[in-house]
T-cell receptor
């Protein structure tokens, strides 16, 4: 099973700033996925990140707000831009290896 | 939208079997049933999955009805550490297909 390291594990940020979340996998994977989990809610897919191509965003999520990088087969970043309190959520990185494996998540609070 | 319906919450006594139901009446022939759980503030953890036969692993058993319209996840001897939100997901076993998480069942294991 894939081991995923995600950081930071939590952060408190000011309104209007940006935060970049890093996701490192211990093996090469083609696709990496970014999810958001708002307080008390289930998980929602933000985008799928393929190495060597633009990320594919789900309805309701745009690249300007959530730019994603995928420089190689073991690493990806998600940036939450121009944050507002509504962005306070847990952000989760995941990869697929027959099953879906998740990182431990980044708990973001925006003041 | 999620293709499954689950009870919002359930209680189970410690040491007893926890039986978590899931309805997926519109499941297609090539869709698998996956179960994940999420312990508070952690990333979801894979439990088990199956197509039409019952499955068992070290964590749980999955019982799928013959018509595949419903299934039950069984934790044979629930412990306090099994308290979590349990998600039932149906999905084509094709690489890159989205896992759509519904609200899940909040299982509370009581001492």
């Amino acid at each position: 099973s894939a081991v995923i390291s995600q950081k930071p594990s939590r952060d408190i940020c000011q309104r209007g700033t940006s935060l970049t979340i890093q996701c490192q996998v211990d093996s090469q994977v083609t696709m990496m996925f970014w999810y958001r989990q708002q307080p008390g809610q289930s998980l929602t897919l933000i985008a799928t990140a393929n190495q060597g191509s633009e990320a594919t965003y789900e309805s309701g999520f745009v690249i300007d707000k959530f730019p994603i990088s995928r420089p190689n087969l073991t690493f990806s970043t998600l940036t939450v831009s121009n944050m507002s309190p509504e962005d306070s959520s847990i952000y989760l990185c995941s990869v697929e290896d027959e099953k879906l494996f998740f990182g431990s998540g980044t708990q973001l609070s925006v003041l | 939208d999620a293709k499954t319906t689950q009870p919002t919450s359930m209680d189970c006594a410690e040491g007893r079997a926890a039986n978590l139901p899931c309805n997926h009446s519109t499941i297609s022939g090539n869709e698998y049933v996956y179960w994940y759980r999420q312990i508070h503030s952690q990333g979801p953890q894979y439990i088990i999955h199956g197509l039409k036969n019952n499955e068992t692993n070290e964590m749980a058993s999955l019982i799928i009805t013959e018509d595949r319209k419903s299934s039950t996840l069984i934790l044979p001897h629930a412990t306090l550490r099994d308290t979590a939100v349990y998600y039932c997901i149906v999905r084509v076993a094709s690489y890159g297909q989205n896992f759509v998480f519904g609200p899940g069942t909040r299982l509370s294991v009581l001492p």
